[in-house]
């Protein structure tokens, strides 16, 4: 193009330079990034109630535990898994008697027929007072062991009885948040009944299968024991001749026959002694005979009587 007055053409690379690039109309508004909402709790999956409770078992927990119905090794094997008992109670012994102290109190709440939440509320007020009553502390490896401080006071009876109490009615009237409605009136007094005739009737047996350890004591004898005589020879035995078998066999004629052969069979039967089974056979022959005389005798009498009562009639 020919510009005016004879004037050099611009450079339109650098006239860009000079005015820059234009500037956005608009500037893009930077949308910020959305919190993600927390995701609504799973119905069963609660681990703590509004009142401040603590579930040690979730509902569903409860549900696996039941579902298992009478194996009990397989509920065992869940519960230690669940609660991590094998690392809060490394002793075996222990072990076993919290696991069987959890488990009694799960199949008594399924007994009367309690839902999983309401079992595992009644699980967190019992493992609440266990661990109230042993007084635990956890070490640096995560075992649960009993604390003979004297700075803390060892509870007793009482003590755990109203604190319990104040769990269960807690969880006993309808007034949310601080107290919920998860037991009845009857269910709650079934459960003080079960817990009345079984932690608290014998509480310090609890305790101290709870605080104490368990005594192994092996005790070593040396016993010297007498060896038993060497049996007899049984080539040397000879088989002896039943009494019975030797009449039942003999000639009746023979028997009855006097002179020298009954003699002889007399003097035969007082050289053989007799046998057991003969003595036992003879004192039974005996009593049927003065058991019949009685009879007969009490028959007599009976008929003696009623002759002369027809005569006194006649």
């Given at each position: 193009q020919a510009h005016r007055g004879g004037e050099a053409p611009l450079d339109h690379h650098k006239l860009l330079h000079v005015m820059g690039p234009k500037k956005a109309a608009k500037e893009e508004e930077v949308e910020e990034p959305e919190e993600p909402e927390e995701p609504e709790p799973?119905?069963?999956?609660?681990?703590?109630?509004?009142?401040?409770?603590?579930?040690?078992?979730?509902?569903?927990?409860?549900?696996?535990i039941w579902a298992f119905q009478t194996d009990y090794a397989a509920q065992s094997k869940l519960l230690t898994q669940l609660l991590g008992l094998e690392a809060s109670h490394p002793v075996a012994s222990k072990r076993d008697i919290m696991c069987d102290f959890y488990l009694f109190n799960l199949a008594h709440a399924k007994t009367i027929c309690l839902n999983q939440r309401q079992g595992a509320v009644f699980h967190a007020i019992m493992s609440h007072i266990l661990d109230m009553m042993a007084v635990w502390e956890t070490?640096?490896?995560?075992?649960?062991?009993?604390?003979?401080?004297?700075?803390?006071?060892?509870p007793g009876?009482?003590?755990?009885?109203?604190?319990?109490?104040?769990?269960?009615?807690?969880?006993?009237?309808?007034?949310p948040p601080s107290r919920l409605l998860i037991f009845s009136g009857t269910e709650a007094r079934?459960?003080?009944?079960?817990?009345?005739?079984?932690?608290?009737?014998h509480f310090l047996l609890y305790q101290f299968c709870a605080r104490c350890?368990?005594?192994?004591?092996?005790?070593?004898?040396?016993?010297?024991?007498?060896?038993?005589?060497?049996?007899?020879d049984l080539g040397l035995a000879r088989q002896k001749p039943s009494r019975r078998l030797n009449d039942s066999q003999a000639n009746p004629e023979e028997a009855e026959g006097g002179g020298g052969s009954g003699q002889e069979a007399a003097g035969a039967g007082r050289e053989e002694a007799p046998s057991e089974e003969d003595e036992?056979?003879?004192?039974?022959?005996?009593?049927?005979?003065?058991?019949?005389?009685?009879?007969?005798?009490?028959?007599?009498?009976?008929?003696?009587?009623?002759?002369?009562?027809?005569?006194?009639?006649?």
């Amino acid at each position: 193009q020919a510009h005016r007055g004879g004037e050099a053409p611009l450079d339109h690379h650098k006239l860009l330079h000079v005015m820059g690039p234009k500037k956005a109309a608009k500037e893009e508004e930077v949308e910020e990034p959305e919190e993600p909402e927390e995701p609504e709790p799973v119905e069963g999956d609660e681990t703590e109630l509004e009142t401040g409770l603590a579930l040690p078992l979730r509902p569903n927990d409860v549900g696996r535990i039941w579902a298992f119905q009478t194996d009990y090794a397989a509920q065992s094997k869940l519960l230690t898994q669940l609660l991590g008992l094998e690392a809060s109670h490394p002793v075996a012994s222990k072990r076993d008697i919290m696991c069987d102290f959890y488990l009694f109190n799960l199949a008594h709440a399924k007994t009367i027929c309690l839902n999983q939440r309401q079992g595992a509320v009644f699980h967190a007020i019992m493992s609440h007072i266990l661990d109230m009553m042993a007084v635990w502390e956890t070490n640096q490896e995560g075992a649960k062991i009993a604390s003979f401080s004297q700075d803390k006071e060892v509870p007793g009876a009482a003590e755990c009885f109203k604190e319990y109490e104040r769990l269960l009615l807690m969880h006993a009237v309808n007034d949310p948040p601080s107290r919920l409605l998860i037991f009845s009136g009857t269910e709650a007094r079934r459960l003080t009944d079960f817990v009345s005739t079984t932690l608290f009737k014998h509480f310090l047996l609890y305790q101290f299968c709870a605080r104490c350890e368990r005594d192994v004591q092996q005790l070593r004898f040396n016993i010297e024991l007498a060896r038993p005589a060497p049996p007899p020879d049984l080539g040397l035995a000879r088989q002896k001749p039943s009494r019975r078998l030797n009449d039942s066999q003999a000639n009746p004629e023979e028997a009855e026959g006097g002179g020298g052969s009954g003699q002889e069979a007399a003097g035969a039967g007082r050289e053989e002694a007799p046998s057991e089974e003969d003595e036992i056979q003879r004192i039974v022959e005996e009593k049927l005979r003065e058991t019949e005389a009685k009879l007969q005798a009490k028959l007599a009498e009976r008929e003696q009587s009623f002759n002369e009562r027809l005569t006194a009639k006649s």
